[in-house]
């Protein structure tokens, strides 16, 4: 061990970060401790705020200080149109995007017999009981297009039946700028059977 404990548990909790290994970890510890003042203390001051502030929204399940959150609170959002996601990244994505003036219900995952994720895990029956409150016309299923998230999206849509609800998805497709030679098979014959009039 070259450097004292409390250096190696910084190592250690930095590694657990998404896109960080054991190697860039530790050039991130080293970067944070040499710049003491400048980013290693206000950093730990912003975390330790962060903690304690950041709540779980009670009614969708996005991440904000304050609960309901700053969306469910927005009166400008659209109330008949209800997007839901599998995590609060992608809720966070299609905001920096712009994409929709909904509001959101977060799942916090997908269904997955093999990893023992069952619809009680994703809030399911919460998620059916917004929208049996009335006012949702439109149900957005934003999930991603793994196995996983289509699965989930069809038991949602089997949930939903009979409810007075439009159920759609995301199409899949062409992402913008790309070029068809280097699709994969699968996203391109899903274009073409989802191609839309001209
Ligand atoms: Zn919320």
Redesign the pocket.
């Known amino acids: 061990m070259a450097s004292g404990s409390e250096i190696e548990r910084l190592i250690q909790l930095l590694a657990k970060l998404p896109g960080l290994g054991p190697r860039s970890a530790r050039r991130a510890a080293l970067v944070l401790l040499k710049k003491r003042d400048l980013l290693l203390e206000p950093l730990a001051a912003a975390m330790a705020e962060a903690a304690a502030a950041t709540r779980s ?1 009670e ?2 399940g ?1 991440l904000d200080t304050v609960t ?2 700053t ?2 609170r927005d009166p400008r959002r659209d109330p008949h149109l209800l997007c839901v996601v599998e995590d609060v990244a992608d809720l966070w994505a299609l905001e920096r995007a712009g994409a929709i003036n909904a509001r959101y219900h977060v799942l916090g995952g997908a269904l997955s017999p093999l990893d023992g994720v069952g619809p009680d895990d994703l809030g399911i029956d919460k998620l059916v009981a917004r929208v049996a409150d009335g006012g949702i016309t439109e149900v957005i299923l934003a999930v991603n297009a793994t196995v996983e998230g289509q699965t989930t999206a069809h038991y949602i849509m089997d949930r939903l039946a009979g409810q007075n609800v439009r159920v759609s998805r995301l199409a899949h497709g062409v992402p913008v700028g790309g070029e068809l030679d280097y699709l994969d098979e699968g996203t391109l014959s899903a274009a073409m059977r989802q191609r839309t009039a001209f």
């Open positions: 929204c009614i969708c996005n309901p959150c969306i469910c």
